[in-house]
Structures are given as C-alpha cells and as structure tokens.
C-alpha cells in the first residue's frame, strides 16, 4: 500500500512559479511510476507529466518547456516545477504512482493562476 500526500498548492498571478511536492509512504518507491495529473472545473482529469522508473520522463504538449517533473527516491517524493503558469493551468493537481496492477492517488491539490 502506498500512501502519497501533495502539497505546494496555492494562488499566484501569470508568468508565476510553483513547485508541487508529492510525499510517498512505504517502501520500494523506487519501483513506481510517478506522474502528475491535473482536473479544470468541467473538464476530465489529465496526464500533465511522468517519471518512469527508470527516470524517462514525458510531458503534454501544453506544458512542454514550463514544467519539470523529478523526483528523489532517497526522500520518496516526487516533483512538479511549473514556470511561466498561465491562467489555463488552474486546476486540481493530482499525484499518481503506478506499477501494473497497484495504482494510487493522492488527494489533490488546488493550483490557481490569475491576475
């Protein structure tokens, strides 16, 4: 069982930046795919980025070039820096570790992006 718990959330204005932190439970963390995903009020949940296991990582075409996952296995965490925000980025970021068939989610936390 994995437990995973995001924070970092918060309000900041356009061309902003925010660092999210997903904390892991457990062991073997090592092991999982991390990824982070995002919900805009009316819309479905989407892929933002993943780390692989292996460190690959892969990115949506919105946020190529602004947003940096990473994570530490040493600290069980993984991270979403997100530069250059723009308002289409508000939404509800979610943690996900995956390794078939085991699939957790975090809670969530509230990203806003306005003026």
């Known amino acids: 069982q994995v437990q995973l718990v995001e924070s970092g959330g918060g309000s900041v204005q356009p061309g902003g930046s925010l660092r999210l932190s997903c904390a892991a439970s457990?062991?073997?963390?090592?092991?999982?795919?991390m990824g982070w995903y995002r919900q805009a009020p009316g819309k479905q949940r989407e892929l933002v980025a993943r780390?692989?296991?292996?460190?690959?990582?892969n990115y949506a075409d919105s946020v190529k070039g602004r947003f940096t996952i990473s994570r530490d296995n040493a600290k069980n965490t993984v991270y979403l820096q997100m530069n250059s925000l723009k308002p289409e980025d508000t939404a509800v970021y979610s943690c996900?570790?995956?390794?078939?068939?085991?699939?957790?989610w975090g809670q969530g936390t509230q990203v806003t992006v306005s003026s």
């Open positions: 457990g062991s073997r963390f090592s092991i999982y795919h």
């Open positions: 996900n570790a995956n390794r078939a068939p085991q699939d957790y």
């Open positions: 780390i692989f296991s292996g460190g690959m990582t």
